[in-house]
């Protein structure tokens, strides 16, 4: 999670996914942080420990900007994360 000098935050990379978006810690995290949106959202890459929980993260907020390596959906949860960005 990353916060710049003008109050805006954004965040890189989510872990794995939780029971629920309320649940996850870096949706938690980010709702003490910011209220309701984002300056931008990233993935590093597909794997699961990274993108995994970031498609909760947009459930929760409005993101900006989204940065990601690849539109290749080579796991279950990053095609997830992918659907949950082009809602």
Not at 12 to 37: F, I, K, T, Y
Not at 51 to 80: C, I, K, M, N, P
Request: net charge negative; hydrophobic share 45%.
């Amino acid at each position: 999670v990353l916060r710049f000098p003008d109050g805006r935050v954004g965040v890189v990379d989510a872990g794995r996914e939780s029971a629920s978006a309320a649940a996850h810690p870096v949706v938690a995290l980010l709702e003490r942080m910011c209220g309701e949106s984002l300056a931008f959202a990233m993935v590093s890459h597909a794997d699961a420990d990274h993108s995994g929980g970031l498609d909760q993260v947009f459930e929760r907020f409005e993101v900006e900007v989204f940065f990601h390596g690849s539109d290749e959906a080579t796991t279950g949860e990053y095609r997830e994360l992918l659907d949950a960005v082009r809602r």
